[in-house]
């Protein structure tokens, strides 16, 4: 191969690397405030001797700024940044989304996936640091979930629930979020994480209706062994080895009611929606040794059937991230599925009824 293929080569691969800058100056920029900084048009040599942030480093930050259309230059060496753009990373309250994703790619992802030659070589593989990025983790969960609070309050509504608990419940957004529609519904939060645990209690002392317990989700139970009508399971089938995925179903089983309802919420390895981010997803969980494969649809389905659960209303709820919802209902006692339709998806509601078989959808 002669020398003008290899850099003709070397320079298309140079372009497609410039899609990758927006994201590294976006989590620069929030990471130290950086855009409130320009909010009005400033001199870099005024924001280094505000901030103390060193001005060639800032320079550079500022150019590239530029260069992606985060910043705008202003006459006599002034910038300002981009309302239109960058609006979300900008103001007293800086959107925690786009935070928690940027947060998430570039301190856990990224730095997993270069090291997957190393990993490979030597065949030991890292170690998912719960304590020091749980809270990020949760907050982007917590985002996810927030596509499928309207389906679940609408089969919550449709049916006489008395007890919610959430697995894995991070900062108990979610569980605020149905408390302020189901004030009388007892809802309890259990995370392994105490640092997580404590600013969900912080964030939830005006919910009298909500606790929240440090515990592992594959051993707890509620106390005095009651039983619960719904169990919120989002995001946690990668913290789970694929072996044990069935047994954390069948414990789940021993307390929801007969008449009760698992929400899960997963993203789907192998899906037809969002193939290369659940490529992508599935490669940073499998090079820890205490994250897990992502489940496919095959396994859900068929660890589901093995517990003697019906699973229905399989839906995409972040297509381009392969994220999807579905329900798991106990096969016994026989339930009806009446089919309702909300905001695009098909959704599905129980009414227990007495019947000679289920009616199995999925």
Not at 15 to 24: D, H
Request: aromatic share 8%; hydrophobic share 35%; net charge negative.
């Amino acid at each position: 191969m002669n020398e003008w293929v290899i850099a003709m080569q070397a320079r298309k691969w140079m372009k497609k690397n410039e899609s990758f800058l927006p994201s590294w100056h976006a989590y620069v920029g929030v990471e130290l405030d950086l855009f409130n900084e320009f909010e009005k048009a400033v001199t870099i040599d005024t924001v280094s001797e505000r901030t103390g942030y060193p001005k060639d480093l800032l320079t550079s930050w500022v150019r590239v700024g530029v260069a992606v259309k985060h910043l705008k230059k202003r006459p006599n060496e002034r910038y300002r940044s981009s309302k239109a753009r960058c609006s979300a990373l900008m103001g007293d309250d800086v959107s925690t989304g786009v935070q928690a994703i940027l947060k998430e790619m570039m301190a856990l992802h990224i730095p997993t996936m270069l090291k997957y030659p190393e990993i490979m070589r030597s065949h030991e593989r890292a170690q998912f640091d719960h304590e020091r990025h749980g809270e990020v983790v949760a907050e982007t969960s917590a985002l996810l979930e927030h596509f499928a609070i309207k389906k679940i309050k609408k089969m919550i509504r449709n049916q006489e629930v008395e007890t919610i608990v959430d697995l894995g419940c991070g900062h108990g957004g979610y569980l605020r979020k149905l408390s302020a529609e189901f004030p009388d519904v007892k809802m309890v939060g259990v995370d392994i994480n105490q640092k997580v645990i404590n600013k969900a209690r912080t964030l939830s002392e005006d919910y009298s209706n909500i606790k929240f317990e440090v515990g592992d989700i594959k051993t707890w139970k509620p106390e005095d062994d009651a039983q619960v009508d719904v169990i919120l399971l989002h995001n946690i089938f990668h913290y789970i080895h694929p072996s044990e995925r069935g047994e954390l179903l069948e414990h789940l089983r021993s307390y929801v009611t007969k008449q009760g309802l698992i929400s899960a919420i997963t993203p789907i390895n192998e899906s037809e929606q969002g193939q290369a981010f659940s490529s992508a997803f599935n490669s940073f969980f499998v090079a820890h040794s205490n994250l897990f494969a992502l489940p496919t649809k095959k396994e859900l389905e068929g660890i589901s059937e093995d517990c003697q659960f019906d699973m229905f209303d399989l839906d995409p709820i972040v297509k381009e991230g392969s994220w999807y919802t579905f329900w798991l209902a106990p096969s016994s006692p026989v339930q009806e599925l009446r089919h309702t339709k909300m905001a695009g998806s098909t959704e599905q509601s129980l009414s227990t009824e007495t019947s000679s078989e289920l009616t199995r959808t999925s």
